[in-house]
């Protein structure tokens, strides 16, 4: 009898630490999850819902956007190393398009060739700079209207309608050269120069926004994909919105950028501020600065997990969808508005 009493208490020991280890495990995923949608996820805001408005006021923008697209991607075409002239051509349009900055060449060498990023620059009246980027190379093979004639068109956009802004903060547009493969995620990437450069001058960057493809749009259900399993659980799998990616570490920016967007935008926006390992996070000149210490993220529309034209020569100026690329240049401009802030007139 006690031998029986001793193994049914012995089973009964070893269900009760079973038990305990299972409550811990479950404690420990849940405290993970937690932290993960806090840290990571849970974005401010609210986000824009239903059918966007017409475009009414913003029909002006629209048409700026379409003819620097055209202008890039169609009339100059294919620009990169390979293509130099082009590459050289879409620097002296970007040059002129900033007329009213202070404009700038940071140019540096490749096989004794020289390249350079365009810097346009309203200086402020307190420290602390708010930079603007977007890369105007194209892929090998693509005259690259989305990647990036989108994000430049923007820039150059931009440029135009913040030209007379009372900025407290310094604001800086700037087109990188050389982001494209054969480039990418090296020393000879145009806004890893760039950045160094910054660093080294120790420049007080609080936020680098990169404009990464802003101007593809789907309605259709399963439009969207994702790098990461379960990513598709937490966002839609519909492609009809515009994205906020930073790393961790520039989770802050990241979230004040989108609480501003979201109070001026009519178009749906999601953010994530996720480890910069997730394919995709790290997929823009943000990454450059993330290398020198500066906080950093990108406005996309996640073009290699939605455009079916990403990087390939059918990336062509009738591919984009203009309505919804200019509610996200609208929106961004007052965003940038309130990260600079403003002088009394």
Same mark, same amino acid.
Not at 138 to 163: E, I, K, Q, T, Y
Not at 300 to 320: G, L, M, Q, S
């Given at each position: 009898?006690?031998?029986?009493?001793?193994?049914?208490?012995?089973?009964?020991?070893?269900?009760?630490?079973?038990?305990?280890?299972?409550?811990?495990?479950?404690?420990?995923?849940?405290?993970?999850?937690?932290?993960?949608?806090?840290?990571?996820?849970?974005?401010? $805001?609210?986000?824009?819902?239903?059918?966007?408005?017409?475009?009414? %006021?913003?029909?002006?923008?629209?048409?700026?956007?379409?003819?620097?697209?055209?202008?890039?991607?169609?009339?100059?075409?294919?620009?990169?190393?390979?293509?130099?002239?082009?590459?050289?051509?879409?620097?002296?349009?970007?040059?002129?398009?900033?007329?009213?900055?202070?404009?700038?060449?940071?140019?540096?060498?490749?096989?004794?060739?020289?390249?350079?990023?365009?810097?346009?620059?309203?200086?402020?009246? %307190?420290? $602390?700079?708010?930079?603007?980027?977007?890369?105007?190379?194209?892929?090998?093979? /693509?005259?690259?209207?989305?990647?990036?004639?989108?994000?430049?068109?923007?820039?150059?956009?931009?440029?135009?309608?913040?030209? *007379?802004?009372?900025?407290? =903060? %310094?604001?800086?547009?700037?087109?990188?050269?050389?982001?494209?493969?054969?480039?990418?995620?090296?020393?000879?990437?145009?806004?890893?120069?760039?950045?160094?450069?910054?660093?080294?001058?120790?420049?007080?960057?609080?936020?680098?926004? *990169?404009?990464? %493809?802003?101007?593809? +749009? /789907?309605?259709?259900?399963?439009?969207?994909?994702?790098?990461?399993?379960?990513?598709?659980?937490?966002? @839609?799998?519909?492609?009809? +919105?515009?994205?906020?990616?930073?790393?961790? /570490? /520039?989770?802050?920016?990241?979230?004040?950028?989108?609480?501003? +967007?979201?109070?001026?935008?009519?178009?749906? *926006?999601?953010?994530?501020?996720? @480890?910069?390992?997730?394919? $995709?996070?790290?997929?823009?000149?943000?990454?450059? +600065?993330?290398?020198?210490?500066?906080?950093?993220?990108?406005?996309?529309?996640?073009?290699?997990?939605?455009?079916?034209?990403?990087?390939?020569?059918?990336?062509?100026?009738? =591919?984009?969808?203009?309505?919804?690329?200019?509610?996200?240049?609208?929106?961004?401009?007052?965003?940038?508005?309130?990260?600079?802030?403003?002088?009394?007139?």
């Amino acid at each position: 009898m006690p031998c029986r009493q001793g193994s049914a208490k012995s089973a009964a020991m070893k269900i009760i630490g079973s038990w305990r280890r299972v409550t811990v495990l479950l404690l420990v995923t849940t405290t993970a999850a937690v932290i993960v949608w806090l840290v990571m996820i849970r974005m401010p $805001g609210r986000n824009f819902e239903g059918t966007s408005p017409p475009l009414s %006021t913003e029909e002006p923008l629209r048409s700026e956007l379409r003819s620097h697209v055209e202008k890039l991607a169609g009339e100059i075409g294919e620009r990169n190393m390979a293509h130099y002239p082009q590459l050289l051509a879409a620097a002296d349009y970007i040059e002129h398009q900033f007329s009213g900055w202070k404009v700038r060449r940071d140019s540096y060498e490749i096989e004794g060739r020289s390249c350079a990023n365009i810097e346009a620059e309203k200086p402020g009246s %307190t420290a $602390g700079i708010v930079l603007i980027g977007a890369h105007y190379d194209s892929v090998f093979g /693509s005259p690259g209207a989305n990647d990036n004639g989108s994000g430049v068109a923007a820039l150059l956009a931009l440029a135009h309608r913040l030209s *007379s802004l009372p900025n407290d =903060k %310094t604001l800086r547009l700037v087109a990188f050269v050389n982001e494209e493969p054969g480039y990418f995620q090296s020393q000879r990437m145009g806004s890893y120069v760039y950045a160094a450069r910054c660093r080294e001058r120790k420049e007080p960057i609080e936020a680098m926004i *990169s404009l990464e %493809t802003i101007g593809y +749009f /789907s309605s259709e259900p399963g439009s969207q994909h994702y790098p990461a399993p379960g990513l598709s659980l937490i966002y @839609p799998r519909t492609g009809n +919105f515009i994205g906020f990616v930073s790393n961790v /570490s /520039s989770r802050d920016l990241l979230r004040r950028a989108l609480d501003s +967007f979201r109070r001026h935008a009519e178009i749906r *926006s999601e953010g994530g501020a996720l @480890p910069a390992v997730v394919p $995709g996070v790290g997929w823009s000149d943000q990454w450059s +600065f993330w290398q020198h210490g500066y906080p950093g993220i990108m406005i996309t529309d996640t073009a290699p997990f939605r455009y079916p034209h990403y990087h390939a020569a059918t990336d062509t100026p009738e =591919k984009i969808d203009y309505d919804s690329m200019t509610r996200v240049v609208a929106g961004v401009e007052q965003m940038i508005v309130d990260l600079v802030g403003t002088k009394s007139r």
